[in-house]
Nanobody, 124 residues
Framework: QLQLVESGGGLVQPGGSLRLSCAASGFTLDYYGIGWFRQAPGKEREGVSCIRTSDGSTYYADSVKGRFTISRDNAKKKVYLQMNRMKTEDTGVYYC?????????????????WGQGTQVTVSS
């Protein structure tokens, strides 16, 4: 059974850093799309960054380009989101998502399996 578990969330000051991890189980990570999404209170879930695990091709939302980095370790079955120079608007619940028949997009419609999420709060 495919399962995704996020970790690494927490409280960080503006300008600080966090690294989120997504641990995958029940499937081989080698040929999937994995995405990081976030949802702020009262807002829709949005794609932050996505990666094709077979070749490492990536997508970043404009709001995080140059600050966030997505990476994967197929052997460990983990995908990471390194978040630097964080802003208050980065606050939200961050979700990891996976898709076997990955089309290359980074919207909620492109992914069929989801983790439970981890809270990230950027505040002074």
């Amino acid at each position: 059974q495919l399962q995704l578990v996020e970790s690494g969330g927490g409280l960080v000051q503006p300008g600080g850093s966090l690294r989120l991890s997504c641990a995958a189980s029940g499937f081989t990570l080698d040929y999937y799309g994995i995405g990081w999404f976030r949802q702020a209170p009262g807002k829709e879930r949005e794609g932050v960054s996505c990666i094709r695990t077979s070749d490492g091709s990536t997508y970043y939302a404009d709001s995080v380009k140059g600050r966030f980095t997505i990476s994967r370790d197929n052997a460990k079955k983990k995908v990471y989101l390194q978040m630097n120079r964080m802003k208050t608007e980065d606050t939200g619940v961050y979700y990891c998502a996976a898709e076997a028949f990955y089309s290359g997009g980074c919207t909620t419609l492109d992914f069929g399996s989801w983790g439970q999420g981890t809270q990230v709060t950027v505040s002074s």
